[in-house]
């Protein structure tokens, strides 16, 4: 028996999200149809993040187990012609027994696209959230140095979360401006239940003036899911890497 890593690129717009639901097509049960057709064992992946419906990933990291011959790095290749086009295994590779990608030690990183302008781009529906009237982007970094560090972010968590701690630390939040395109990148250890988009909503705030930067951190010290933005669209989101220290 060996245990296979992938890293899996997909589109997450045609997908209920990437866990495995009842009556609904998932990142997952593709994955585990793929594996299972092409091993003729019964297989089923476990993930690093279980991304919502609508989110996209360059790099969500999946792991597996199986007795099969295949050459850990043949399994990319094998898989992708078994696969939807909108999921891609960019990688497989062979790793220790034990390993398991929700419980090792990671740094993840998302990026989330707002389309600011006053007409939204057809082409761009699926990949940015369209918001209109302009966002002062330097008032809303100002709002996300605040976010840097260990805090308790249960005023970033939607409710129905079940962790035992909602205390994470975020290495970093960059806001920045591309054209009519502001992408905001935030890396931390780990994330709650939306709370990625929890924060873009909150930093959209600050970039209209419904709320100073220097509110965010009152906002935190609240530990009130109330007193924060609103939950950002999901098609903006994108896990863009998740690195481990090994």
Known sequence: MKR???????????????????????????????????????????????????????????VFDTNSPIPAEKFAKALNGRLPDDIVVVKSEEVDGEWHPRFAESTK????????????????????????????????????SYLVGEHDFASFCSAGSQVK?????????????????????????????????????TLVDVGFGKIEPSEVQKILEAEDRSVAGQTAPAQGLKLVEIKYGE
Request: glycine share 10%.
């Open 4 to 62: 296979i890593r992938l890293i899996v690129a997909y589109d997450g717009t045609n997908y209920s999200g990437w866990q495995i639901q009842k009556n609904s097509n998932t990142i997952e049960a593709e994955l585990n149809k793929a594996l299972s057709t092409l091993t003729g064992e019964t297989i089923e992946v476990d993930g690093a993040s279980r991304t919502d419906a609508g989110v996209h990933a360059d790099g969500n990291v999946a």
């Open 109 to 144: 990183t998302y990026e989330y696209r707002i389309l600011n302008r006053d007409m939204p781009d057809p082409l761009k529906r699926n990949y940015t959230a369209h918001i209109y009237g302009e966002l002062d982007v330097r008032k809303m970094q100002e709002g996300a």
């Open 165 to 201: 701690t909602t205390v994470r630390e975020i290495y970093s939040v960059d806001v920045k401006r591309h054209g009519d395109e502001i992408k905001i990148t935030v890396s931390g250890a780990g994330f709650l239940y939306n709370m990625v988009r929890i924060i873009v909503g």
